[in-house]
């Protein structure tokens, strides 16, 4: 395997992880305004991600940073063709960020208000065009003999990856849910449980229909496998919601974020961004990656700082793996 197939896996595997964490904590940002019914309740999901959100975007910034050192010629394509989707992603992201921090410095009701709807609007957005970004990517878009983007704003919302920025929503929502019913407990976890068991279904169908779709235009035998293990895996999850083992549902659903983002990159794979016009042009692992000395250096990087920041944020999560209610949320 030459080094930039190697960077290829690493890449997916950073997306990977980025979707996994992040997905449920955009699901917790969302979920402020589908469960909880006061503001305390809103402080305990919150207080539920508080110790790991920034942590969970790390993984973003690793494969963004990645993206550019590996594969310059993809990442120039992908940021300009979509400039402005991406541009919004990154607003609602800074906006979170800043929404976290800040809703507690004032003990204002219409000031703690404003930042709660700040976080439920820039978990539910970037939710949505993470699937619409990706849908596009393994559908193919304008890219011309140059490498270049030549499309527009409106040839990114298609049927199919509009219905992918649905399934991102639908799916970070659910995990969110079981994450919600594994860290709480009291009233909220009860109604947790009872959300994701209405989320499940429709969380499946959706998934499924898009996943069924990809296989159809771009899939092959390894992408196959993918698809069932995703769909066998956020069944477990329902049926493991249903029979209150929080610990497994999450876990399953997890496993379905894994196997769908993976056989996402499993269709593209030897290209990074496929062109609609032609498919001589078409963005591959050998015509968009750095040199061979770039990669080896990477390689060297990678292989020392990773399993450090793996094992930091693992230990976070053992730190911070207690349940949370109301009771532990002092009156304002």
């Given at each position: 395997m030459?080094?930039?197939?190697?960077?290829f896996?690493?890449?997916?595997?950073?997306?990977?992880?980025y979707?996994?964490?992040?997905g449920?904590?955009?699901g917790?940002g969302?979920?402020?305004?589908l469960?909880?019914?006061d503001?305390?309740?809103?402080?305990?999901?919150?207080n539920?991600?508080?110790?790991?959100?920034?942590?969970?975007?790390?993984?973003?910034?690793?494969?963004?940073?990645?993206?550019f050192?590996?594969?310059?010629?993809?990442?120039?394509?992908?940021?300009s063709?979509?400039?402005?989707?991406?541009l919004?992603?990154?607003?609602?992201?800074?906006?979170?960020?800043?929404?976290f921090e800040y809703?507690?410095k004032?003990?204002?009701?219409?000031w703690?208000?404003?930042?709660?709807?700040?976080?439920?609007?820039?978990?539910?957005?970037?939710?949505?065009?993470?699937?619409?970004?990706?849908?596009?990517?393994?559908?193919?878009?304008?890219?011309d003999?140059?490498?270049?983007?030549v499309?527009?704003?409106?040839?990114?919302?298609n049927?199919?990856?509009l219905?992918?920025?649905l399934?991102?929503?639908a799916?970070?929502?659910?995990?969110?849910t079981?994450?919600?019913?594994?860290?709480?407990?009291?009233?909220?976890?009860?109604?947790?449980?009872?959300?994701?068991?209405v989320?499940g279904?429709i969380?499946?169908?959706?998934?499924l229909?898009?996943l069924?779709?990809?296989?159809?235009?771009h899939g092959?035998?390894?992408?196959?496998?993918a698809?069932?293990?995703?769909?066998?895996a956020?069944?477990?999850a329902?049926?493991?919601?249903?029979?209150?083992?929080?610990?497994w549902?999450f876990?399953?659903?997890?496993v379905?974020?894994?196997a769908a983002?993976?056989?996402l990159?499993?269709?593209?794979?030897?290209?990074?961004?496929?062109s609609?016009?032609?498919?001589?042009?078409?963005?591959?692992?050998?015509?968009?990656?750095?040199?061979?000395?770039?990669l080896?250096?990477?390689?060297?990087?990678?292989?020392?700082?990773?399993?450090?920041?793996?094992?930091y944020?693992g230990?976070t999560?053992?730190?911070?793996?207690?349940?949370?209610?109301?009771?532990?949320?002092?009156?304002?």
């Amino acid at each position: 395997m030459e080094l930039h197939d190697v960077w290829f896996v690493l890449i997916a595997v950073l997306w990977i992880g980025y979707f996994f964490l992040e997905g449920f904590d955009f699901g917790i940002g969302v979920l402020t305004k589908l469960l909880a019914r006061d503001r305390k309740e809103r402080r305990v999901l919150i207080n539920t991600i508080g110790p790991v959100w920034d942590g969970n975007e790390v993984w973003l910034l690793s494969a963004g940073g990645a993206t550019f050192a590996a594969f310059p010629e993809w990442y120039a394509t992908l940021f300009s063709g979509f400039y402005l989707p991406l541009l919004l992603i990154l607003v609602c992201l800074i906006v979170r960020g800043v929404a976290f921090e800040y809703r507690a410095k004032r003990p204002e009701e219409n000031w703690q208000r404003n930042w709660e709807n700040a976080i439920f609007w820039t978990s539910l957005i970037p939710a949505v065009l993470w699937g619409v970004a990706f849908g596009n990517i393994v559908r193919g878009v304008k890219i011309d003999a140059q490498m270049e983007y030549v499309g527009g704003v409106a040839d990114l919302l298609n049927p199919y990856a509009l219905l992918g920025g649905l399934v991102t929503l639908a799916l970070f929502t659910f995990h969110g849910t079981v994450f919600a019913g594994l860290k709480t407990v009291g009233e909220i976890r009860a109604r947790a449980r009872k959300l994701a068991l209405v989320l499940g279904p429709i969380t499946a169908v959706l998934a499924l229909g898009f996943l069924l779709w990809t296989q159809h235009g771009h899939g092959d035998g390894a992408s196959l496998v993918a698809l069932i293990v995703a769909v066998v895996a956020l069944v477990g999850a329902i049926g493991a919601v249903g029979a209150g083992r929080e610990g497994w549902s999450f876990m399953l659903s997890g496993v379905t974020i894994v196997a769908a983002v993976a056989m996402l990159f499993l269709t593209l794979f030897p290209n990074v961004m496929p062109s609609s016009l032609n498919e001589a042009w078409n963005l591959t692992v050998t015509n968009a990656s750095s040199t061979p000395y770039t990669l080896k250096i990477m390689t060297w990087c990678a292989a020392i700082a990773t399993p450090l920041v793996m094992l930091y944020q693992g230990w976070t999560y053992w730190v911070f793996r207690k349940r949370i209610g109301t009771q532990h949320i002092a009156d304002a």
